[in-house]
């Protein structure tokens, strides 16, 4: 349940199922602090979480099997006759204890491509064959691109099978579309004026998301460009590092770093444009969002990004080693106004359709119901 896309599409999801008739129950770990909470967003929606303690992020046997332990407890008491798990860790615990309880219908979304990236290299080959074992327990395996669906095809060894399904995030963006570019004033709690250049990114400070990559772009290009700025949203583990980082480019002054922002569609309204420096990225929340927004994108060309961008035709895509990406972010700076010409209100209400809570629940619907069927549960 911290910031990111994973949890907001998964309260979205249990939110909208109740409206299917669906009782639901959803089991989450506490949020690391740094990177922020989205339990206050889920009780807003209606979604009363269930806490498991001893589900966290890293690999740690003892605490990993008493978070097991509690999720075979709370499916014992609720018996459900679906699981549905998100994330890695979750997913493999989740899968492993609905298997155990004799849940009938079992399902996993993966919200990245999770085979590279994030873990180290013999962590992620223990994961590739834990999770080759548990597509055989599972019924569905949802990812929300084609292309994360061929690599999991391919990397579980499951070419030709129909297991696999793509079905794109579901978001709220309403907020998004009725604030209307330049309307909020955020940038002046930065003391910055119109005619300032705001980049913006906003993403957890972890490694993966490879801010230094974007402040040394920020760095070099600012010698030419005194009124670039760049506005640093979001929290985790590299925040003194960074600040670190910053100061050490002689950028303090041009880079601010904002923390976790509520209200981030004021931030989107106000950035003359979104930029992501990613090493990895599954689908990322935020480019969709900022595009909801009218704010111009660009992105570093990895994992899901190309084909959220639409190849390039939604946004500018960044190459990942330090001088092609300094020289593809020019290009997107230089172009950002043109770009955002063509984020047009027709444009924004299509993009958001395309990514609605109702078309995500109305999928899921269609998926659980012909698998309960199959194994002979009634509705």
Same mark, same amino acid.
Request: negative net charge; charged residues 20%.
């Given at each position: 349940m911290n910031y990111g896309g994973p949890s907001r599409h998964v309260i979205n999801l249990t939110a909208c199922l109740q409206k299917y008739g669906y009782e639901?129950?959803?089991? &989450?770990?506490?949020?690391?602090?740094?990177?922020?909470?989205?339990? %206050?967003l889920a009780h807003s929606c209606g979604v009363a979480p269930a806490i498991v303690a001893r589900l966290d992020r890293p690999v740690m046997p003892l605490s990993?099997?008493?978070?097991?332990?509690? !999720?075979?407890? %709370? !499916?014992?008491?609720?018996?459900?006759?679906?699981?549905?798990?998100?994330? *890695?860790? =979750?997913?493999?615990?989740? @899968? +492993?204890?609905? $298997?155990?309880?004799?849940?009938p219908a079992i399902f996993h979304t993966y919200h990245g491509f999770?085979?590279?990236?994030?873990?180290?290299?013999?962590?992620?080959?223990?994961?590739?064959? $834990? #999770?080759?074992? +548990?597509?055989? *327990? *599972?019924? @569905?395996?949802?990812?929300? *691109?084609?292309?994360? /669906?061929?690599?999991?095809s391919q990397r579980l060894g499951l070419n030709g099978s129909r297991k696999v399904e793509t079905i794109s995030l579901g978001l709220n963006l309403n907020k998004n579309l009725m604030t209307p570019r330049r309307s909020t004033g955020w940038r002046k709690s930065l003391n910055l004026s119109e005619d300032h250049f705001l980049v913006g990114i906003v993403a957890r400070l972890v490694p993966v998301k490879n801010h230094a990559l974007l402040f040394n772009a920020i760095a070099e290009l600012s010698e030419k460009m005194p009124w670039l700025h760049l506005a640093v949203i979001g929290g985790g583990e590299l925040d003194l590092a960074l600040k670190n980082l910053a100061s050490s480019l002689g950028m303090s002054q041009k880079i601010h770093f904002c923390g976790l922002v509520n209200n981030i569609e004021d931030v989107y309204a106000d950035l003359d444009l979104l930029v992501l420096s990613s090493k990895n990225e599954g689908t990322p929340v &935020?480019?969709? #969002?900022?595009?909801?927004?009218?704010?111009?994108?660009? =992105?570093?060309?990895?994992?899901? &990004? /190309? #084909? &959220?961008?639409?190849?390039g035709n939604a946004g500018f895509?960044? =190459?990942?080693?330090q001088q092609g990406f300094i020289s593809g972010l020019a290009v997107a700076i230089?172009?950002?106004? %043109?770009?955002?010409?063509?984020?047009?209100?027709?444009? @924004?209400?299509?993009w958001a359709e395309k990514y609605s809570v109702q078309t995500l629940a109305e999928r899921i619907d269609t998926i659980y119901r012909k698998t309960l069927k199959l194994r002979g549960v009634d509705d």
């Open positions: 639901t129950r959803l089991l &989450v770990g506490i949020p690391e602090s740094a990177e922020g909470s989205m339990l %206050e990993d099997f008493a978070a097991f332990q509690q !999720i075979v407890r %709370e !499916i014992r008491s609720f018996r459900p006759h679906i699981v549905h798990t998100h994330t *890695t860790k =979750a997913g493999i615990l989740g @899968r +492993l204890a609905a $298997v155990l309880c004799g849940v999770i085979f590279s990236g994030y873990f180290s290299q013999p962590v992620s080959q223990l994961i590739v064959g $834990v #999770e080759r074992f +548990l597509a055989g *327990t *599972t019924d @569905r395996l949802i990812t929300l *691109t084609p292309s994360l /669906a061929g690599e999991l &935020v480019i969709i #969002e900022a595009l909801a927004s009218g704010c111009p994108v660009a =992105a570093t060309n990895v994992g899901g &990004v /190309a #084909e &959220v961008l639409e190849s895509l960044l =190459a990942n080693d230089d172009n950002a106004a %043109e770009a955002a010409a063509k984020l047009s209100d027709e444009f @924004r209400q299509k």
